[in-house]
T-cell receptor, first 116, second 115 residues
């Protein structure tokens, strides 16, 4: 596609439920990132995928968070047993090459998650 | 560890006035530096980036930023603000060491432009 596509754009879920957020990166981009943007916390790195390498999961805040990337393209971020503090905008991004390249990272419009 | 500090969470200017958004970074190696803009209910859009070429970087919409190694700064400027510049601006650094290639963002600066 022309840009990074994320779905759903908005999700309201009950505390304790699981949610899945999907990201479709720009075609041909080998690197994929998930960030979380919440009020007062700025933009937090969550996880990074580069090609077939093991993902960098160092930013995931707890073991309730997981992500996978299938076929080097689409990625799904899963949050289990959601808590109110998980409410945030989850941003996906992709770049042509990965880290250390200075490549432009292109962001999707985000998935706004509200846990009630 | 690398970090980014944006001085001023809110900046307000009059239309036609100079825009100056401040960014200071820390990084153990020469970094890549970026400015992103986020309009309401939209994703982040790249304004400009520094990748060790010219220290004065020109971006979209008339913005530019100057990399000053001695001051560890990468301030964003625009000579004359437009109403359409009202948005949130994020400075980011991609550095090295244990933070190799990880993009770290500042807390953001909300720019308000008054008529």
């Amino acid at each position: 596609g022309a840009g990074v596509s994320q779905s759903p754009s908005n999700k309201v879920t009950e505390k304790g439920k699981d949610v899945e957020l999907r990201c479709d990166p720009i075609s041909g981009h080998t690197a994929l990132y998930w960030y979380r943007q919440s009020l007062g916390q700025g933009l937090e790195f969550l996880i990074y995928f580069q090609g077939n390498s093991a993902p960098d999961k160092s930013g995931l805040p707890s073991d309730r968070f997981s992500a996978e990337r299938t076929g080097g393209s689409v990625s799904t971020l899963t949050i289990q047993r959601t808590q109110q503090e998980d409410s945030a905008v989850y941003l996906c991004a992709s770049s042509l090459e990965g880290r250390g390249s200075g490549n432009t990272i292109y962001f999707g419009e985000g998935s706004w998650l509200t846990v009630v | 560890a690398q970090s980014v500090t944006q001085l001023g969470s809110h900046v307000s200017v009059s239309e036609g006035a100079l825009v100056l958004l401040r960014c200071n970074y820390s990084s153990s190696v020469p970094p890549y530096l970026f400015w992103y803009v986020q309009y309401p209910n939209q994703g982040l859009q790249l304004l400009l980036k520094y990748t060790s070429a010219a220290t004065l970087v020109k971006g979209i919409n008339g913005f530019e930023a100057e990399f000053k190694k001695s001051e560890t700064s990468f301030h964003l400027t625009k000579p004359s603000a437009h109403m359409s510049d009202a948005a949130e601006y994020f400075c980011a650094v991609e550095g090295g060491g244990t933070s190799y290639g990880k993009l770290t963002f500042g807390q953001g600066t909300i720019l308000t432009v008054h008529p």
